[in-house]
Protein backbone atom coordinates (compact mmCIF):
# COMPACT_ATOMS: atom_id res chain seq x y z
CA UNK A 1 0.00 0.00 0.00
CA UNK A 2 2.80 2.56 0.77
CA UNK A 3 4.47 2.00 -2.44
CA UNK A 4 1.31 2.15 -4.28
CA UNK A 5 0.58 5.78 -2.53
CA UNK A 6 4.14 6.79 -3.72
CA UNK A 7 3.64 5.94 -7.07
CA UNK A 8 0.81 7.70 -6.76
CA UNK A 9 1.87 10.98 -5.16
CA UNK A 10 4.84 10.88 -7.97
CA UNK A 11 2.67 10.27 -11.01
CA UNK A 12 0.85 13.70 -9.84
CA UNK A 13 4.31 15.26 -9.18
CA UNK A 14 5.66 14.55 -12.35
CA UNK A 15 2.28 15.04 -14.53
CA UNK A 16 2.19 18.98 -12.89
CA UNK A 17 6.05 19.33 -13.53
CA UNK A 18 4.81 17.91 -17.67
CA UNK A 19 2.07 20.56 -17.66
CA UNK A 20 4.75 22.85 -16.58
CA UNK A 21 7.08 22.21 -19.15
CA UNK A 22 4.80 21.98 -21.86
CA UNK A 23 3.55 25.83 -20.39
CA UNK A 24 6.98 26.94 -20.49
CA UNK A 25 7.53 25.71 -24.50
CA UNK A 26 4.25 26.75 -25.48
CA UNK A 27 4.54 30.67 -24.02
CA UNK A 28 8.03 30.62 -26.34
CA UNK A 29 6.71 29.28 -29.36
CA UNK A 30 3.94 31.74 -29.17
CA UNK A 31 6.74 34.77 -28.73
CA UNK A 32 8.09 33.44 -31.37
CA UNK A 33 5.34 33.43 -33.79
CA UNK A 34 4.10 36.56 -32.31
CA UNK A 35 7.38 38.48 -32.83
CA UNK A 36 8.56 37.04 -35.82
CA UNK A 37 12.13 36.06 -34.36
CA UNK A 38 14.60 33.90 -32.36
CA UNK A 39 15.32 35.96 -29.79
CA UNK A 40 14.56 33.23 -27.01
CA UNK A 41 15.31 30.02 -28.98
CA UNK A 42 18.13 29.22 -26.78
CA UNK A 43 16.20 28.35 -24.05
CA UNK A 44 15.09 24.90 -25.85
CA UNK A 45 18.49 24.41 -25.58
CA UNK A 46 18.63 24.92 -22.05
CA UNK A 47 15.92 23.24 -21.14
CA UNK A 48 16.99 20.22 -22.93
CA UNK A 49 20.44 20.34 -20.75
CA UNK A 50 18.31 20.71 -17.71
CA UNK A 51 15.92 17.46 -18.62
CA UNK A 52 19.23 15.58 -19.00
CA UNK A 53 20.21 15.85 -15.45
CA UNK A 54 16.43 14.39 -14.16
CA UNK A 55 16.12 11.53 -16.70
CA UNK A 56 19.78 10.28 -15.26
CA UNK A 57 18.54 10.41 -11.85
CA UNK A 58 15.11 9.06 -12.42
CA UNK A 59 16.72 6.11 -13.77
CA UNK A 60 19.71 5.76 -11.14
CA UNK A 61 16.33 6.00 -8.88
CA UNK A 62 14.77 3.69 -10.08
CA UNK A 63 17.58 1.19 -10.81
CA UNK A 64 18.48 1.62 -7.05
CA UNK A 65 15.13 1.33 -5.66
CA UNK A 66 14.32 -2.22 -7.54
CA UNK A 67 17.60 -3.70 -7.53
CA UNK A 68 19.99 -2.13 -4.90
CA UNK A 69 23.05 -4.32 -6.00
CA UNK A 70 23.07 -3.12 -9.49
CA UNK A 71 22.96 0.19 -7.52
CA UNK A 72 26.29 -0.81 -5.77
CA UNK A 73 28.04 -1.85 -9.03
CA UNK A 74 30.13 0.06 -11.62
CA UNK A 75 27.46 -0.87 -14.16
CA UNK A 76 25.76 2.48 -13.06
CA UNK A 77 28.84 4.69 -13.40
CA UNK A 78 28.20 6.36 -16.48
CA UNK A 79 24.61 7.53 -15.40
CA UNK A 80 26.13 9.22 -11.91
CA UNK A 81 29.15 10.60 -14.23
CA UNK A 82 26.13 12.21 -16.79
CA UNK A 83 24.19 13.07 -13.72
CA UNK A 84 26.97 15.17 -11.80
CA UNK A 85 28.13 16.86 -14.76
CA UNK A 86 24.78 18.05 -16.60
CA UNK A 87 23.08 18.88 -12.82
CA UNK A 88 24.32 22.53 -12.91
CA UNK A 89 22.24 22.97 -16.23
CA UNK A 90 19.14 22.96 -14.10
CA UNK A 91 19.60 25.63 -11.81
CA UNK A 92 21.04 27.59 -15.05
CA UNK A 93 18.30 28.13 -16.26
CA UNK A 94 17.16 30.43 -13.46
CA UNK A 95 20.28 32.98 -14.64
CA UNK A 96 18.55 32.99 -17.47
CA UNK A 97 16.45 36.38 -16.02
CA UNK A 98 19.55 38.43 -17.03
CA UNK A 99 18.17 38.11 -20.68
CA UNK A 100 15.09 40.30 -19.11
CA UNK A 101 14.68 43.90 -20.98
CA UNK A 102 12.23 46.05 -22.80
CA UNK A 103 11.77 45.04 -26.36
CA UNK A 104 9.93 46.48 -29.29
CA UNK A 105 8.45 42.97 -30.31
CA UNK A 106 6.76 41.93 -27.55
CA UNK A 107 5.22 43.60 -24.00
CA UNK A 108 7.93 43.64 -21.46
CA UNK A 109 5.25 40.85 -19.30
CA UNK A 110 5.56 38.78 -21.51
CA UNK A 111 9.28 38.06 -21.87
CA UNK A 112 9.25 38.38 -17.87
CA UNK A 113 6.46 35.36 -17.52
CA UNK A 114 8.53 33.57 -19.98
CA UNK A 115 11.91 33.54 -18.32
CA UNK A 116 9.88 33.33 -14.91
CA UNK A 117 8.25 30.27 -16.41
CA UNK A 118 11.86 28.63 -17.59
CA UNK A 119 13.41 29.70 -14.63
CA UNK A 120 10.94 27.89 -12.30
CA UNK A 121 11.60 24.44 -14.31
CA UNK A 122 14.83 24.84 -14.03
CA UNK A 123 14.92 25.04 -10.42
CA UNK A 124 11.95 22.84 -9.82
CA UNK A 125 14.24 19.60 -12.23
CA UNK A 126 17.27 20.41 -10.07
CA UNK A 127 15.86 19.64 -6.61
CA UNK A 128 14.04 16.83 -8.28
CA UNK A 129 16.60 15.62 -9.44
CA UNK A 130 18.99 15.89 -6.23
CA UNK A 131 15.98 14.36 -4.14
CA UNK A 132 16.08 11.33 -6.46
CA UNK A 133 20.26 10.82 -6.29
CA UNK A 134 19.27 10.84 -2.28
CA UNK A 135 16.77 8.28 -2.74
CA UNK A 136 18.92 6.34 -4.63
CA UNK A 137 22.22 6.35 -2.72
CA UNK A 138 19.58 5.56 0.49
CA UNK A 139 18.79 2.72 -1.38
CA UNK A 140 22.26 1.75 -2.17
CA UNK A 141 23.78 2.32 1.26
CA UNK A 142 20.54 2.11 3.55
CA UNK A 143 23.44 1.67 6.62
CA UNK A 144 24.49 5.42 6.38
CA UNK A 145 23.73 8.87 5.15
CA UNK A 146 26.77 10.52 4.40
CA UNK A 147 27.24 8.92 0.56
CA UNK A 148 23.83 11.10 0.40
CA UNK A 149 24.93 14.25 2.44
CA UNK A 150 28.59 14.45 0.82
CA UNK A 151 27.15 13.79 -2.64
CA UNK A 152 23.71 15.95 -2.60
CA UNK A 153 26.57 18.73 -1.13
CA UNK A 154 29.29 18.02 -3.32
CA UNK A 155 26.63 18.45 -6.33
CA UNK A 156 25.24 21.84 -4.81
CA UNK A 157 28.89 23.82 -4.66
CA UNK A 158 30.06 22.12 -7.72
CA UNK A 159 27.50 23.50 -9.78
CA UNK A 160 27.12 26.89 -8.09
CA UNK A 161 30.75 26.91 -9.34
CA UNK A 162 30.02 25.42 -12.43
CA UNK A 163 26.71 27.99 -12.99
CA UNK A 164 29.06 30.90 -12.57
CA UNK A 165 31.71 29.77 -15.19
CA UNK A 166 29.04 28.94 -17.61
CA UNK A 167 27.47 32.87 -17.21
CA UNK A 168 30.33 34.39 -17.17
CA UNK A 169 32.94 32.45 -18.78
CA UNK A 170 30.70 30.93 -21.29
CA UNK A 171 31.96 27.34 -20.49
CA UNK A 172 29.53 24.54 -21.27
CA UNK A 173 29.10 20.77 -19.93
CA UNK A 174 30.67 19.52 -23.37
CA UNK A 175 33.64 21.83 -22.45
CA UNK A 176 34.83 19.38 -20.32
CA UNK A 177 35.50 16.69 -22.60
CA UNK A 178 36.33 18.33 -25.42
CA UNK A 179 38.63 21.02 -24.08
CA UNK A 180 39.41 19.69 -20.30
CA UNK A 181 42.72 21.16 -20.21
CA UNK A 182 41.36 24.76 -21.00
CA UNK A 183 38.69 24.49 -18.23
CA UNK A 184 40.41 22.84 -15.75
CA UNK A 185 43.23 25.82 -16.05
CA UNK A 186 40.40 28.44 -15.86
CA UNK A 187 39.26 26.39 -12.95
CA UNK A 188 42.72 26.15 -10.85
CA UNK A 189 43.44 30.54 -11.60
CA UNK A 190 40.19 30.73 -9.94
CA UNK A 191 40.56 28.20 -7.17
CA UNK A 192 44.08 28.97 -6.35
CA UNK A 193 43.97 32.67 -6.39
CA UNK A 194 40.99 33.86 -4.94
CA UNK A 195 42.03 37.65 -4.21
CA UNK A 196 41.87 38.02 -7.56
CA UNK A 197 38.91 36.27 -8.29
CA UNK A 198 36.49 37.60 -5.48
CA UNK A 199 32.89 37.88 -7.60
CA UNK A 200 33.55 34.17 -8.36
CA UNK A 201 34.14 32.76 -4.42
CA UNK A 202 31.04 35.09 -3.92
CA UNK A 203 28.81 34.10 -6.45
CA UNK A 204 29.27 30.63 -5.58
CA UNK A 205 28.99 30.90 -1.88
CA UNK A 206 25.61 32.94 -2.18
CA UNK A 207 24.06 30.71 -5.11
CA UNK A 208 25.60 27.24 -2.59
CA UNK A 209 23.00 29.06 -0.02
CA UNK A 210 20.49 29.60 -2.18
CA UNK A 211 20.08 26.28 -3.51
CA UNK A 212 20.96 24.88 -0.45
CA UNK A 213 17.78 26.31 1.15
CA UNK A 214 15.72 25.86 -1.85
CA UNK A 215 16.70 22.03 -1.66
CA UNK A 216 16.34 22.05 2.20
CA UNK A 217 12.92 23.27 1.52
CA UNK A 218 11.97 20.87 -1.13
CA UNK A 219 13.37 18.32 0.50
CA UNK A 220 10.98 18.95 3.70
CA UNK A 221 7.90 18.53 1.44
CA UNK A 222 9.09 15.53 0.10
CA UNK A 223 9.94 14.07 3.39
CA UNK A 224 6.54 14.99 4.27
CA UNK A 225 4.68 13.52 1.85
CA UNK A 226 7.05 10.05 1.10
CA UNK A 227 5.59 7.42 3.38
CA UNK A 228 8.99 5.20 2.36
CA UNK A 229 11.25 8.29 3.36
CA UNK A 230 11.44 7.61 7.06
CA UNK A 231 15.09 8.16 9.40
CA UNK A 232 17.15 5.57 8.68
CA UNK A 233 19.84 5.06 10.82
CA UNK A 234 23.68 6.90 10.71
Do not use: K
Request: with cysteine; net charge positive.
Amino acid sequence: MLHTLVRSHRARWLSWLAASITFSLALLQARIYRSGNQSFHFLYWNLFLALLPFGASLALRALCERAPRVGRSFALAPLWLLWFVFWPNAPYLATDLVHLRARADVPLWVDLLLLLSFAHNGLVLAMGSLYDVERALSARSPSTRWPMRITVLSAIVAGSFAIFLGRFHRWNSWDLALRPAVVLADCFAILTNPSAHRGAWLFTVAVTAFLALAYGQFRAHARAVDPQDHPRAS
